[in-house]
């Protein structure tokens, strides 16, 4: 059966990357504007680079929010998260004044605020390995450290352990994705990670 699988175009997104990738897994993607594209979708992407105000201004303007929200409290379809995308679904950011989409108990944090931290590199850039224990259908048929492509200056800080999908250690561990219910945060880019991304992506759409 054919997936209506949309990718939230707010301004903000590595959109290319993920069609291309859904492209080669045998998947259709569209790219939506407008709350009616969005709701009629049977899967989401929400994509994201750069600043996190921003990020929720250009979803405010495009009159996203509640439709976005919508879709994950009142619908078991699919949504996924990336990088600064997974950011918006926490309540708020160091980064910005702005309310986040408020769906995970949690913040986004500067990296900074890590312990240990004093003489890395921000921002985290560059393969890094994730870490999971439970077993999770967006992670499965994955090695237990598999590696995916980071750029982020600011980390998702869970206060649920049980939305904590995996965690990774940039001198220090933070978690790398979180999960609940239909929702699903990734901070890396799967869309950039090759193979993994592409048995993520083939993962997201089996769901």
Same mark, same amino acid.
């Given at each position: 059966?054919?997936?209506?699988?949309? =990718? =939230?175009?707010?301004?903000?997104?590595?959109?290319?990357?993920?069609?291309?990738? =859904?492209?080669?897994?045998?998947?259709?993607?569209?790219v939506?504007?407008?709350? +009616?594209?969005?709701?009629?979708?049977?899967?989401?992407?929400? &994509?994201?680079?750069?600043?996190?105000?921003?990020?929720?201004?250009?979803?405010?303007?495009?009159?996203l929010?509640?439709?976005?929200?919508?879709?994950?409290?009142?619908?078991?379809?699919p949504?996924?998260?990336?990088?600064?995308?997974?950011?918006?679904?926490?309540?708020?950011?160091?980064?910005? +004044?702005?309310?986040?989409?408020?769906?995970?108990?949690?913040?986004?944090l500067?990296?900074s605020?890590?312990?240990?931290?004093?003489?890395?590199?921000?921002?985290?850039?560059?393969?890094?390995?994730i870490?999971?224990?439970?077993?999770?259908?967006?992670?499965?048929?994955? &090695? +237990?450290? &598999?590696?995916?492509?980071?750029?982020?200056?600011?980390f998702?800080?869970?206060?649920?352990?049980?939305?904590?999908?995996?965690?990774?250690?940039?001198?220090?561990?933070?978690?790398?994705?979180?999960?609940?219910?239909?929702?699903?945060?990734?901070?890396?880019?799967?869309?950039?990670?090759?193979?993994?991304?592409?048995?993520?992506? +083939?993962?997201?759409?089996?769901?």
């Amino acid at each position: 059966m054919t997936q209506n699988i949309g =990718i =939230i175009d707010y301004g903000a997104g590595n959109i290319g990357s993920i069609q291309n990738m =859904i492209r080669r897994l045998g998947g259709e993607s569209y790219v939506l504007h407008d709350a +009616q594209a969005l709701l009629a979708a049977d899967k989401l992407v929400l &994509p994201g680079v750069g600043n996190f105000d921003h990020g929720m201004q250009m979803l405010m303007d495009k009159n996203l929010v509640e439709p976005i929200k919508t879709f994950m409290n009142s619908k078991q379809r699919p949504l996924l998260g990336i990088c600064l995308g997974a950011q918006l679904l926490t309540k708020n950011s160091e980064e910005g +004044q702005l309310s986040g989409l408020g769906f995970f108990d949690a913040e986004v944090l500067h990296f900074s605020k890590l312990a240990n931290t004093e003489n890395i590199r921000i921002p985290h850039m560059g393969w890094n390995f994730i870490h999971y224990e439970d077993d999770n259908h967006l992670l499965c048929n994955l &090695p +237990q450290q &598999p590696r995916f492509y980071f750029v982020h200056s600011y980390f998702l800080h869970s206060n649920a352990s049980s939305e904590v999908l995996c965690t990774a250690n940039y001198k220090t561990m933070f978690a790398a994705g979180l999960h609940k219910n239909n929702v699903w945060a990734v901070q890396f880019h799967p869309e950039k990670s090759h193979k993994y991304g592409m048995q993520l992506f +083939q993962n997201f759409l089996n769901l």
